[in-house]
């Protein structure tokens, strides 16, 4: 069963950083696209960044220029690269993983980290 393991939340203060990570236990992650989403106390679930097998990424407007989202295949890790924190990015951050399945396409879920900002 494959599995993704968030980790690197916390509480910072506002225009502090933190670095996200999200561990993937299966073969295809190489050729899977990873995203990153979070969900505000109240709010509904965003898209905040993601990132093709290829490389190319694309970023919620609200985080371009301060989130920055990478991947290291042979790792099969992902990252959130989070600088100019913001309170209003205080939410339960959670990765997501589409790849090829054997019947249909396969997407997981993380279990979710909680980022904190203080004003």
């Known amino acids: 069963q494959v599995q993704l393991v968030e980790s690197g939340g916390g509480l910072v203060q506002a225009g502090g950083s933190l670095r996200l990570s999200c561990a993937a236990s299966?073969?295809?992650?190489?050729?899977?696209?990873i995203n990153w989403h979070r969900q505000a106390p109240g709010k509904q679930l965003e898209l905040v960044a993601g990132i093709v097998p290829g490389g190319n990424t694309n970023y919620a407007d609200s985080v371009k220029g301060r989130f920055t989202i990478s991947r290291d295949n042979a790792k099969k890790t992902a990252y959130l690269q989070m600088n100019s924190l913001k309170f209003e990015d205080t939410a339960v951050y959670y990765c997501n993983l589409k790849g090829p399945g054997s019947l249909k396409p396969l997407e997981v879920w993380g279990q979710g980290t909680l980022v904190t900002v203080s004003s």
């Open positions: 299966t073969n295809i992650f190489s050729i899977s696209a």
